[in-house]
């Protein structure tokens, strides 16, 4: 399908005198359309990549927020925008998540939107209680086996949804979702021994672990936490398949000419690795990681077809 | 407490903070001088302001709005002979007698003494009982949230004027009007009708903005209330050593009626003023004078509306029942900057909580300096006609709306809203109880359904938690207390905050 696509773009793309398209790219205004309203840290990170590609570049890049249906407003402008480049989508993995959960998006995910690159990766933490009688995921799992496990979340569909049902898929157990309109009500639960884990993003879940109201079990993640160093990776507790990095990247209209594409991705690249990106993104609980239009593009339709399948197996759906 | 008391000033003197508090207050003395604009409007247009700033410095600046009307509200009340706000209804009976006698400025220099004195002590007594709350904080998981917001659901009845069955059914048009959007616990779309721009739910203010700020214009601009009247000049400011004499037992018996009042779930600032102004003329010493200029007459119900103003502080922030529909507003303010009300907002939010609290006795020193000094500026401002205020409201609003989503469809949305909010004026239902179901409703099924969910589908858990049975009782003892005839005129009383 991906390889369907490309072929398709570049036939479309040979048609057109490209060369000096990409070449001149960008002489005009830039548009970073951000489907959230200001504030949070997809708004963060996606100014701070808007504010150093117009540097960058020499050029002018603004930033509009389209807030509304999860992110499905500001992506559907995107989606329906001139495929030219100068309308980019900056998203969060929620839109991976989202293609899994929402059938009546007024978009394709997978069509109509073409993956150009990763702005930034962020981790997340399993933590439980203190009334749960596991020091580690090997102790969750034989808990898991003996009782009912409840783990929270933030609503149907949600990142957090995703990481606890994918982390109980794997390791082959039952658990059972808890929604919270937000992860810091999930969290005092837990602190109140009515609500046995979660898993969730490392900065929110930080300040709890510090005061030790709950105890972390393992980073979601390939590598270990900065600002947890101690707690091992479910790859160290053999759980590989378990791994769930939340990003944030850059998408525009399907049918941009490659070159473009290719163009926006080496700035993106360029911007978020420097040693000041990184420190920016570790205040944001996130760090860099470069990818190449190809990778990226692997990258979120393999999320896709993975959520989509977790979410038939556990009914996970907007209805 | 003390401690506490001490993270609160740490957080509520910062430059910003104080701040806040100051554009707080003007606006409140502000909105109260002018009659026609009240509080309950200009909160809601303001909620949108306060996005971008941080929760603390939004609440400080609503409350401030809040309990400065009450003072702005007695200026015009003494010298225009209108109640500024509904609050100062009762000041106006001897309030501009003592203002037609020519010492309009000892009264409003009383009602300022008074409205200062009491709302330190308010502000104590709301420190003092929210430690002991903060607690059983804890405790509170779903079963018991559910509990306690069908005591605040039942109690939202006895908010309203009018028949019980119009306020159900006010609260259930509120119920679903807040289920509109995508369910939490089965990601089932609601009341969506195909519109992507439902998908997240109404946001708060258009409701708000809509019902409570479009409805008023429309409102006054219907009934011609527009025109003002003439006003005393105020002069002379100092009371004698005389009058300080006779208000002092007045204001001390003001502020413990208002305390009192100001906890209860339903009441509100005006019926805190009437029972103050009733005992005055029961147990006042100079209780003839009442009614023709005594300084009674000002001093008690000036102290107890602020007292209840600083106490109503207490159910909204610890546990999250509003005792009246400002005090809803502001539970909807902390719910948009992501504060989940309840007596857990002590222990995850110790600053914001005790940052506000302090700000309130803050705030009430800068009412004194705005109000003595400046009253003849602030009199000015009862010379602007309403047609040149209403369109710069209007104006202000939309902005307001259209800042909070981007989104011209919840432009739309309000003046919607606007229009029910005027029907519902016509049709004398009261839209208080409305507001009360949009914000509690979502949080009632959501945490029925999770206190279920943990509980594997066992409904005594409900009973058998002993914090929820209480609440359950007790919505009980609301339901038979308010269809006794007594609680029904109460009722309507308390319906005119």
Known sequence: MTLMKTLLAAALAATLPLGAVAQDFPDDTVTVVIPFTPGGSNDTIGRYLAENLAKHWDSTVVVENKPGAGSAIGSAYVANAEPNGYTLLFVSATFTTNAATQPNLPFDPVEDLQPIGMGAVGQFVAVAGNHVEAENLADLIETAKSRKV???????????????????????????????????????????????????????????????????????????????????????????????????????????????????????????????????????GAMPRAMSVEAFTDHVHAEIAKWRKLATQHDIRVK | MLANLMIGFDAALSLQNVLYALMGCTLGTLIGILPGLGPLATISMLLPFTYGIDPLGALIMLAGIYYGAAYGGSTTAILVNLPGETSSVVTIIDGYQMARRGRAGVAIATAAIASFSAGCVGTIVVAAFAAPLATVAYRFGAAEYFSLMVVGLIGAVSLSSGSIPKAIGMILVGVILGCVGTDLNSGTLRFTFGQPHLWEGLEFIVLAVGVFAFGEIIQTLTSGETQHQDVIPADHLMPSRRDFRRMTPSIMRGTAIGSMVGVLPGAGLSIASFFSYALEKKVSRHRAEMGSGAIEGVAGPEAANNAAAQTAFIPTLSLGIPGSPTMALMLGAMVMHNIQPGPRVMTSNPDLFWGLIVSMLIGNLMLVI????????????????????????????????????????????????????????????????????????????????????????????????????????????ILVLSALPRGRQRRSLIAEE
């Open chain 1, 150 to 284: 409840f783990y929270g979340t933030t609503g149907v569909g949600s990142s957090t949804h995703f990481a606890g049902a994918l982390l109980a898929d794997v390791a082959g157990i039952e658990m059972e979702p808890v929604h919270y309109p937000g992860g810091t009500d999930a969290l005092l639960d837990i602190a109140g021994g009515r609500l046995d884990m979660y898993v969730g993003s490392v900065p929110q879940v930080l300040s709890s672990v510090q005061a030790g109201t709950v105890k972390p079990l393992a980073v979601t993640s390939e590598t270990r936490s900065k600002a947890l160093p101690d707690v091992p990776t479910v790859v160290e507790e053999g759980l590989e398949e378990a791994v769930f990095d939340i990003w944030w990247g850059v998408f525009t209209a399907s049918g941009t000419p490659p070159e473009v594409v290719e163009k926006i991705n080496a700035g993106i690249n360029a911007v978020m690795t420097t040693p000041e990106a990184e420190a920016f993104l570790a205040k944001q």
């Open chain 2, 370 to 477: 705005l109000n003595l000094p400046l009253v003849g500026l602030w009199v000015r401002l009862l010379k602007i006609p309403y047609r040149a205020l209403f369109p710069a409201i209007l104006l202000f609003c939309c902005m307001g709306v259209y800042a909070a989503q981007f989104s011209t469809f919840d432009i739309m949305l309000a003046a919607g809203f606007g229009l029910a909010g005027f029907l519902f004026k016509k049709l004398d239902c009261d839209p208080a109880p409305m507001i009360l179901g949009f914000v509690l409703g979502p949080m009632l099924e959501e945490n029925f359904r999770r206190a279920l969910v943990l509980s594997e589908g066992d409904f005594s858990v409900f009973v058998r938690e002993p914090i929820s049975a209480t609440f359950l009782a007790l919505a009980v003892l």
